[in-house]
Every structure is written in C-alpha cells, then in structure tokens.
C-alpha cells in the first residue's frame, strides 16, 4: 500500500463579500492490493497520514474508488467479527450464483454489492485529523478480489 | 410501531472550536437522542437552521454520523409509513439475531444497516437553503438506541 | 426484460437562475425522463459535459437527486446486464407487493431501495474531466417510474 503525492493549487478569484486566500485543491492516490475475493481492508492510516502530510487544516476529504465491484464504507474497527459477519451475511443475501444473473463474467453480485454500500465516503477533517469517532475505520470493501485497487483522495 | 419524531430529542450545540468563519469551511455539530432501537428521527430543521445563520449563501452541505451503528439518508418527509416500512423491512432482511453473526454486542445487524445506508449526506444549498426536493427530508437513522448520537456538519 | 439508455431522453438545462461563475460554486440541473418503473440511465455524459464547460479545472462534482424513489449510483457502462440483473435482483429482493408495507401510495420498495442506492454520488475531476475508471458509468437508478426527474449538479 503506497501512496503518491500531487499537489494542486486552484486560485480563487476575489469574491467581494468573501474572502479566499488560496483554496488549495490536493488530490492523491492510495492504491490498495486485495487479496481475497471478498475483504474489508482498513485504509484509515493511509488517509490520516494524507491528511496530515497536506498541510490543509480543516476541509472535507473525499475519498473514491475507480472500480464497480468494490466499495467505500464507514465502520467499526475494533472486533473483527464486525467484518467477517457483514460480508458473510451479504454473502448469503446476493449469492454469486444467483440463478437470474446473466451478466458473463458472473460477478453480478459484487456489482449489486457495490452499488449498495457506495464508491465514496466523505469525512470532514480538522487540524490535520479526520473527524472519526472513535469506534470509526474506513474500508476498501473488495467484492470482487484479489485485484489491485485504487482509491481517489480529494481535500478541500 | 410507529417510530415517530416526537419521543426524540435534536439538539443544535454551536461549538466555539468547531466553527470556523474564514469562509472557507464551517463545521458545527447536531446532537440527537434517540429512544428506540430502530428510529428514523427527521433532523431538517435543524439542518436548515445552521445553513441560514451560517451566512453562507451557496455551496455544499455535507452532514457525517460519527458512529457505526446508525446511518443517514433523505427519504419522504409525509407519510410516516415511508419510515415505518423501511425499519420494518431492513429488520425482517437483517435480523438481530441471524445465526451466523459472531460479534460478541450482538448488534451485526446495525453495523450492516449503517453501511447499506451509509455515513454521510450532501446536499447543495442556495441563497441559505438546502435545495432539497419538496418530499425529502433528512434522516438520522438509528440502528441500535437509545442513544445520543452526534452529526457534524462541513459547509463549503 | 433490458431496461436500456435507448428510451430514456436526458436533457441539460443552463438554468441561469443557477449557474454562478463566481468561483465559488457552479451549480446547474440534469433533467432525466424515465420510461419505465425500475430503469438505471445512464447520465456519464451530460455530466461530463457540464464539467467541461463550466470552465472549472479540478474539484469535485457532486449530484444530488430530488426526489424520494430513485437514487444515483456508480456502476459498469459496458455489458446491459449489468443493470438488469441489479434491477432484478432488487425487485425480488425488495418486492413491491410486500405484504408488512403501509404506505398509501404502494411503493415503500422504491423509497427503501432509494436510500440503499443513495441520493448521491461524489467524483472528483481534474483539467475538466471525471475522474471515473475506465469501466464506471453515473446512472440515476429510477425505482418508481415513469417521471421526469431533476438531478443537481454542484462542482467545487
């Protein structure tokens, strides 16, 4: 897991009633290996240490997955039966040999799965620190693995 | 079974450290006490407030849940039926207490509802107003109260 | 049983009540006709065409649906099947005639599968273009049509 740094600088024109210094879009990559078809990988360091590198002291981070058979999600990252429970029961739920899926690489499922719990999350950041509570972590769900997986950030 | 707004407590607490009138970013924090298990407590109002006294004329609202076992969505804001449905067809699909779950809190069914729904909501504001559609209101959605639970609020 | 682009008529329309070229937000509306209940349109286009135009070179391009019973999501643009198995798979799931639901007007199924799906999606962009992977596609996922149905489109 790396993460490549690409400084953007945006210079917002002078609005009268408001006033922009410099809003500083910075934008990076976090690339995620997956090893299993189905995971929940924990990516909340690599997007701290980000947010921490960027110099930006409060904003919002957006964080986006380029891919339609994996997900972003917000959860618990302390029992790891958290995990294992929430993709065995969508196991379960969307079964990948579902008898009316046609689509021909027959990963319908992580597709649906995918839609379900979302391609981005956003969480707003302060002095450096995500704003998590303290039971949050933020996972790459992967539905369809092992695959090398990339995960947009955008600060603002 | 209805699972109504009047039983639950909104609370708007202006926090000095969390406000931050540069005009670039403004964050506040809404508390809300829920008083059941499953509840889908409507926190527009207070949503409204904070974007009309902000002084921010436009720009993007986006509202995060610092916990893993609630959610947030923006659903009808008429019949109450919308919201008793849903809470009563997620508990059917997720049931508390599936076989397989091994979470030692006995709450995988929260943690999995929290996903599906998911951690946060934007929503673009105008002229001081969130620029919701004339059915949608916002919702906290409680999965495992009663509780008092936290939503920040970034508004850039 | 496809439930195809074909059919469905998207339009932009340069509202210049909401167009602000200020710098500091560009805010403008997608108008999507659906044709039939359940239908997934595809609308990568007519947002990739406003970001183009809106003279904004990197950011992050937020759409927000209006309305209760459809939802947006990211997903696969290339094989069909891909939408109707997603479609399906959720009207088995989440049937309409459900035998628990309340509601008047008969489609609690489109309001949950609405906020399962999200009201939302988020996607950074950079020198006037998406920053979508190569397979993803924006569809607004219509779960109780035919309507005409707003999408807003806000770029930071």
């Not at 790396?2 to 024109?13: A, K, L």
């Not at 690599?46 to 921490?52: F, K, L, P, Q």
């Not at 319908?108 to 998590?132: A, E, Q, R």
Request: aromatic share 10%.
């Amino acid at each position: 897991m790396h993460t490549d740094f690409c400084f953007s600088f945006v210079i917002i024109c002078v609005h009268p009633w408001l006033i922009f210094l410099c809003s500083e879009i910075l934008m990076n990559i976090i690339k995620v290996n997956s090893v299993q078809r189905e995971e929940m990988i924990d990516i909340t360091r690599e997007v701290e240490y980000v947010v921490g590198e960027s110099g930006e002291k409060e904003g919002v981070c957006v964080l986006f997955t380029q891919h339609t058979t994996c997900g972003l999600t917000i959860n618990e990252n302390a029992d790891p039966h958290v995990k294992s429970d929430m993709l065995g029961f969508l196991r379960k739920l969307i079964p990948q040999n579902y008898a009316d899926f046609k689509h021909f690489e027959h990963n319908s499922d992580s597709h649906i799965k995918s839609s379900l719990v979302g391609s981005s999350v956003t969480v707003p950041f302060k002095n450096g620190k995500l704003l998590l509570g303290r039971w949050q972590g933020i996972y790459l769900c992967e539905f369809d693995g092992a695959r090398e997986r990339k995960v947009l950030m955008a600060l603002r």
